[in-house]
């Protein structure tokens, strides 16, 4: 079946505007994550939801970051105000659920994001 | 909390040597361990899981890691190391709920003809 995609795959931007990016899970997961990958960070967790809950926002690095899910589906991660630290990839992954036993996490490609 | 440490940041071996890429765990609560693998410009995919069943795990593509409690550790290795193995790995760890991942720096593995 198909796996988790993101749009787009690369989006570069200047300092200053919003953007949004996007992703569509596996069908029939209920779990979504969204990690940044950065040369100086590494792999980060940002978000997660279950369904169209987000339990954690801990990682989100300022607040102008937000991400939201509709319809349990789709879910769209958007930073406002964008800064160069802002270039990373942004990795959307999905999982059958949380719950007490951990399920696999299936990664998209990822969306490279330039701040000029 | 939550931690995974990857000892070498950068890994050569030559095609047909053993691979044994290194991953030390902390966790406060029953780990979950996961290795992943990346291609260039591509996302991560799963190469094996840690999940409180069998101490060694066997994963994809001949790879294989082993939990071991005492040492903290979950290293993964292969036999034989293959050109198409070229890639960056990285260890992640999760408790019970699967909440969120936990990577480590990555390895970069290059395979020497």
């Known amino acids: 079946g198909a796996g988790v995609s993101q749009s787009p795959s690369n989006k570069v931007t200047e300092k200053g505007k919003d953007v949004e990016l996007r992703c569509d899970p596996i069908s029939g997961h209920t779990a979504l994550y969204w990690y940044r990958q950065s040369l100086g960070q590494g792999l980060e967790f940002l978000i997660y939801?279950?369904?169209?809950?987000?339990?954690?926002k801990s990682g989100l690095p300022s607040d102008r970051f937000s991400a939201e899910r509709t319809g349990g589906s789709v879910s769209t991660l958007t930073i406002q105000r964008t800064q160069q630290e802002d270039s990373a990839v942004y990795l959307c992954?999905?999982?059958?659920?949380?719950?007490?036993?951990?399920?696999?996490?299936?990664f998209g490609p990822g969306t490279r994001l330039t701040v000029t | 909390a939550q931690s995974v440490t990857q000892l070498g940041s950068h890994v050569s071996v030559s095609e047909g040597a053993l691979v044994l890429l290194r991953c030390n765990y902390s966790?406060?609560?029953?780990?979950?361990l996961f290795w992943y693998v990346q291609y260039p410009n591509q996302g991560l995919q799963l190469l094996l899981k840690?999940?409180?069943?069998?101490?060694l795990v066997k994963g994809i593509n001949g790879f294989e890691a082993e939990f071991k409690k005492s040492e903290t550790s979950f290293h993964l290795t292969k036999p034989s190391a293959h050109m198409s193995d070229a890639a960056e790995y990285f260890c992640?760890?999760?408790?019970?709920?699967?909440?969120?991942?936990?990577f480590g720096t990555g390895t970069r593995l290059t395979i020497i003809p």
């Open positions: 939801f279950q369904g169209n809950s987000a339990p954690d």
């Open positions: 840690y999940t409180s069943a069998a101490t």
């Open positions: 992640a760890v999760t408790g019970s709920k699967n909440e969120k991942l936990t």
């Open positions: 966790s406060s609560v029953p780990p979950y």
């Open positions: 992954a999905s999982s059958l659920r949380v719950d007490r036993r951990p399920y696999e996490q299936y």
